[in-house]
C-alpha cells in the first residue's frame, strides 16, 4: 500500500532517516508547491503506479499521511510551549507593526530565534515522550497509527456519522484543509491590531488562550501562521532551522516508535483513511466557523467594553462518563411511618407492593426504612427498591437519585450489576443517552463478566457523543444475544437491554421485537407490557399501545406510570380530555399518600387542558399551585 | 405573535409556531426542567425546495423560547436541514442520527447538542 511505502521511504532520494523528509511537512501543506518545485520525493507520491492502488484512495491516503505527519511532528511540540510563551510576543509583534521600524525586526527575528529553540528542546522533548508514549504497547494491535495520532478520540467520535455524507466532497475538502485556519487566525492578528496599548494585552493573553483551547491541540500548529504576516514568515524560517536542529535530538526517540510502526503488519484500512479524512475537514470547517464568530464576538467586546458573556450554566452537570450529577435523595418531609413503629419497613414495603397497594405509600416506607438504616441486603437493597417503585410512580428525578445511590453502594460492596438495567432505562426516559449507555456497558460487564469488551467500545464510552457509542454497544450486545441463541438460551434482561438501546435510538419496531421476546419468558412482568407499550406508543402506534397498557395495569392497577402513558397515548391520538383524566386519575393516587405529587404529572395534564383550550384549568394545573383535585372534578372530568 | 414566527412557504412554520406557542405557555417550573434537561441553543437553518432559507432560533438555554431569526449572542448548535427533513424529525419518521447519516441534516458547533434535538422537537413522550 502506498502509505507503507510512503513511510520507508526506501526508494526516494531523501535522506534514510525518514524523519528528516517528515519534519519538511512541518511548515505546512506545501504539498502543491512543492509538487511542482521541489524533489522526487514529493512529486513521487502523487505519481504513484496505478497499479498499486486506485486513484482516489491514493490521493486520500496521501493527504492523511501528510496531516498525520503535519500533526506529529510539529503540533504537540510547538503547541503547548507556544500557547503558553507567545501572547506577549505576539503582543509586541504587533506593536512593532505599528512602529514599522525596519531594523529592528531583524534584531528582533535573531532573539526570536534563540527563543525559539531553548523552547523547542524543551518543550518538543516532552511531548515526543507523551505523544509516543502509548504507541509501543499498541503497535501490535491492528490499525495502531489510530491511536498515535493527536486527537485520534475526536475522530474516532464522529466516524461512524460523518462518512457517509462527506464522501463525496472529501477531495475538496482535502485540498482547502490549510486555508481555514489560517483565516481563524487572520482574524485574530487583525484583532490585535485593534487592541494595541498595556491594558489591552490582558485581554489579549486571555483570547488568545481561548482560541488555543477552542483550536485543541491538533490544529495549533505553527504552520498555519505562515501567510499572515510577513514578519511571521521570517519566524517560520528560524523556526523551521530550530525545528530541525531540535528534531536531531529526538531522532533516538522517534527512531524506535519509527520502527515499530513500519514493522506493523497492519496498515489501517483504506476505508478508516477516508473517513478519518472526511472528519478531519469537517472539524476545520467546524473550527473555521466557530473562530470566525468569535473574532468579530471578541471585537465587539473590545468596541463595547465588557463583553457579556454566558453567566453560569443552569444544565444538569455530568461526570466523565455522562452520568448526570444529581445529587442526593431528597427524603420527602413529614413522613408519617418515621413515627409509627414496625418491625421492618423493607419487608412491609414488599409486602405492599406484592399485594398491589400504592406506590407512593411503598416508597414512603422505604425511605423510612433507609432512614432508620434498614438497607436491606449488602447496604443497596433497600435504595434500589425504592428507585424503582419511584420510577414506576412516575418520579423519574427521585429514582434515578435513589437508584444512583443504590448502584454506587453495591458497586463498592462489590456486587455490581443491581439496579444498572433499571438506571439506564431511567437515564433513557430522561434522554440522558451517555448514560444510558454507560449504565448498561457496566451492567453487561457485571452479568456477563467472561466476555470481553472490545477496548475501542470501552474507550468510546468517556469521549464519543451518543450516536457513536450506541452502534457499539448495539453491536456488543447482539453478539451475546447470538451466541446466547446459538446455545438455545435466552436472557430476558439482556432482550431488555437490547430494547432499550433501540428505543434509545428511535428504532422502535425493534424495540418492541426484543420486549415481546421477553415478554414470552416473562408473560406476568408488568414493567414489560408497559415498555412494550410505550415502544409502540412512541413508534407512533398508540392505538396498539393502549392494548399492552391494559396488560399492565390488569397485573399492577396502581401502577403510575402505565397510567400516565395511558394519558400520553391518549393525547397523542387527540383524546385530550381523556387524556387529562387518565393525569388526574394518577395523580389522586399520588394524593392519596399525603405524599408529594409527580410534577411530570402535572405538566403533561397541563398540556392537555391547552390542547382542550382550557388555559383556565391549565392555570390551575401547576405543580406549585397545589390546585385541590376536586376543582377539575367540578369541571366534569371523570377520574 | 405567532404570525411572526411564521415563513411563508415553509411547512415547518407550523411545527415552529406551535413550539413556540407550547413554550410560550409553559410555567416556569415547567421551563425551568426542560432548561435544565436540554441546557442549549439551536439555530434552526431551514431550506426548502424554493431554495429559500429561515432560520429559527430555540433557546432552551436562557430564555426557554422560540424565535424566528439566529440566535443572540450565539447558537450552540447549528441544524442546517431541509423543510421535510424537519417535519420527519418531528414527525418521529426520521430520527436525527439517521438524519445525519444520510447526508440530510448538518451541524456546525457542538455536535452532541444535536443528539437532543429529538426530545426538544417531540411532544410528549411515553416512558418505559
Known sequence: MSFQGLISGSECAAPANPLSQVLKHTEGDRSLQQDRVSGPSTSRLHQLPGSSSSAPATEHDLALARQFFEGNSSG???????????????????????????????????????????????AAKGAWAAEFGNAPQQSSSGPSIQHAMPGGQEFQQQRSSFMPMYAGSMPVAMYGLSSPMQYGINANFTAVDHGKGKAREADFEAAFAKIAESLGPEETQTSRIEEVDERVTEIEEKLKNATLNAGEDEDLNFQKVWDQLQNSDLPPPKEDMAKWEAEFSQLMNAQREELEDYGTNMQKAWEGGVGDYAGPSQGVKFDGEGIPILGDYLFEKNNKYLESESRSYLSDAKQLLESNGSL?????????????????????????????????????????????????????????????????????????????????VRWFKAKYPGVPIPEETAKSIGTNSSWDTHERITHLFMEQARSQHGQDQMDPDLQIALGVLFYTNGDYERAQDCFVAALNVRPKDYLLWNRLGSSLSNGSKPEEALGAYREALQLRPTYTRAIYNVGVACLNIGADKEAAEHFLSALSLQESTNGDTSDQLWFTLRRALLSMNRSDLADLAKPEAKSNLDVFRREGLDF | MSDDIKAPGFKASELIAGLESAFSKYSDAEKQSQIKKTNGIFDLQVSNDAKETVTWTIDMKKTGTVYKGKAQPKADVTIILADDTLLDLASGKLNGQKAFMTGKL???????????????????????
Open chain 2, 106 to 128: 448538518k451541524t456546525r458547533g457542538n455536535m452532541m447538542l444535536a443528539t437532543k434535538l429529538d426530545t426538544v422537537l417531540k411532544g410528549a413522550k411515553a416512558k418505559l
Open chain 1, 360 to 440: 407512593s405509600e411503598a416508597a414512603l416506607m422505604l425511605e423510612a426504612a433507609i432512614q432508620r438504616g434498614e438497607l436491606g441486603e449488602g447496604g443497596f437493597e433497600t435504595w434500589i427498591l425504592l428507585g424503582e417503585t419511584r420510577n414506576m410512580d412516575e418520579r423519574e428525578e427521585a429514582g434515578m437519585r435513589a437508584l444512583l445511590e443504590g448502584v454506587r453502594i453495591a458497586e463498592q460492596a462489590g456486587a455490581p450489576g443491581a439496579g444498572m438495567l433499571s438506571l439506564a432505562i431511567s437515564f433513557t426516559n430522561e434522554s440522558y443517552d451517555r448514560a444510558s449507555h454507560t449504565m448498561l
Open chain 1, 76 to 122: 504537540p511540540g510547538m503547541s503547548s510551549g507556544y500557547t503558553m510563551q507567545y501572547p506577549p510576543e505576539l503582543a509586541r509583534m504587533s506593536e512593532m507593526s505599528m512602529n514599522d521600524r525596519p531594523g529592528m525586526s531583524d534584531v528582533w527575528a535573531l532573539e526570536q530565534q534563540q527563543q525559539l529553540r531553548a523552547l523547542e528542546e524543551s
